[in-house]
């Protein structure tokens, strides 16, 4: 049996037990939701009439993994194993939408142009503006090369952190879908089509940390987030820009937490973080972390009613509201955005009704707002390349439009205005005096609600361990942290987790063989190239809270709407 893990929290998704039974031609047992990845087009087919002859349907297809979605007899799961050319077959526990599920509910669709324009960057101004230049890092799913995203370095596939990077075929590529959603917002620039990003002649450095339905912990996103800043300066990258649309439920103070501390981090290194604030609608009263630090550029969401003009826009009702010590420094249109579509994705085969095209697709959340402001930063950064973080910030703060009748909490400053940023002069006094992160808090602390979980023993990596069951050390990692130094080649935090070498558009992948757990929350194993094959972080990855009622449709990738 390959890989055992996936992501869960507590009570929301049911752990499959794949215990080894007979299977008649109608097996027994209740239905369960699973994913199968095969190994080729005739392993598929078998696939598929198994579990057809078990009493099971094939619920979708899934092309990109080669695989489908199942509802199958829980006794036929141990034969469908074993099947010849199947490769895995994991628990499913997204098909079950738990909690409140804030949709895109017919929305007037966004382009990104029309987006670009109501925000002011195609005044006289800042028409000529288009990133170039400028290097903005997307950490994420990862970045399909769909049509506009594939001219010649245009993107950057930083190393691949995420579980499916044990899986051929399937490095740097955008199982979920979500990343390059976001990348066409940032950067896109599809000549054939007319689709452009709000910088489109920006380059992207894609830092993928999710898998198709897979998980990630909170140590994987502080490794990608430590080798942005490692990198900032490398030849061609010239990163300045950081895009984190997602965010956790932390329980501990922005001072304390590592996550906050690794984007301040980045922020003291010169590069603008641009973070979501979450959407938990507006009875919430805390951010998510790391919007919660309050040097970055916390973004909520708009709503533009379906027009172009500014005076009906609204606070969209599902963007974290905040409180008075911490809200949305600003907002920006983020309803029914229509971006790029990677065909046979998780997103997209879960979601049809989101397709605008045969390229594109339409999603609505804090993460499209977030990738809104990343693009025009990407423009500023062009026209000005001297300014700091907080020039930054400040600029947009100053220029933003007030939200008439708005919430002045959930609305911040109000909406971005890229023109009027443009033309204001750099203030000098721009200086941001917060009181310092420490990162002295716990890892723990940081997951909040969201944990990977051996799907065998039902076992959450809990405490103070990175994937690899490597301690975890503050006061070694934050000095690190705050010199750029935290990767040495293709190691952090005392493991190899990539490789080191760059072919002009990649950088080397490796595979992860260097761990075993024998702590109480570990069963022994190792995670090796046979354990990581997909299967154990495509199942249910951004599942249960991760990726619907909780955190894909709530707090970690603020993605919220996908119809």
Partial sequence: MGGRWAATVTGLCTV???????????????????????ASPDALAR????????????????????????????????????????????????????????????????????????????????????????????????????PGLMQAGKVVNGPDLS???????????DSY??????????????????FEGLAPGAK??????????????????????????????????????????????????????PLSYAVEAAWRKGIVVVVAVGNDGPTSTRVTMPAANPYVIAVGAADANGTEIRTDDTVASFSTRGSVARHADLVATGRSIVSLRVPGSYIDTEYPAARVSETTFRGSGTSQATAVVSGSVALLLQQRPGLTPDQVKKLLVASADPLAGADPIAAGAGQLDIAEAATLTAPLNARQTFLPATGLGTLEGSRGSSYVVDSVTGRALTGERDIFGAPWRPLVWTALARDGRAWTGGTWNGNVWSGSAYNGTSWASVTWNTATWTSLNWAGRRWTGTD???????????????????????????????T
């Fill in 47 to 146: 696939a598929e009439a198994f579990v057809r002859r078990s009493g099971g349907t094939v619920e979708r297809e899934l092309s990109v993994i080669s695989g489908f979605a199942a509802r199958v007899p829980s006794g036929a799961v141990p034969e469908l194993e074993r099947t010849p050319g199947v490769a895995e077959v994991t628990a499913d526990g997204t098909v079950r939408m738990k909690g409140k599920k804030w949709i895109d509910d017919g929305g007037v669709n966004a382009s990104v142009g029309s987006v670009k324009k109501a925000a002011g960057g195609k005044k006289a101004n800042t028409a000529a503006l288009t990133g170039a230049g400028i290097g903005v890092a997307l950490i994420d799913s990862g970045v399909a090369p769909v």
């Fill in 532 to 562: 990581w094959t997909g299967r154990a972080w495509t199942g249910r990855a951004w599942t249960g809270r991760a990726w619907t009622a909780g955190t894909w449709l709530g707090r970690a990738w603020t993605g919220r709407a996908w």
């Fill in 163 to 173: 579980f499916e990077s044990q899986t051929p075929g399937l490095v740097n590529v």
């Fill in 177 to 194: 879908g979500h990343g390059t959603h976001m990348a066409g917002i940032i950067a896109g620039n599809d000549p054939a089509s007319g």
């Fill in 204 to 257: 992207l450095i894609s830092l993928k940390v999710a898998a198709a339905d897979g998980a990630a912990d909170v140590s994987q996103v502080i490794a990608a987030i430590d080798w942005v800043v490692t990198h900032r300066n490398d030849p061609g990258l010239n990163i300045r820009v950081l895009n984190l649309s997602f965010g956790a439920d932390s329980t501990q103070s922005a001072v304390l937490d």
């Fill in 16 to 38: 499959l037990g794949l215990a080894a039974v007979g299977t008649p031609a109608v097996a027994s047992g209740p239905a369960v939701d699973v994913i199968v990845r095969t």
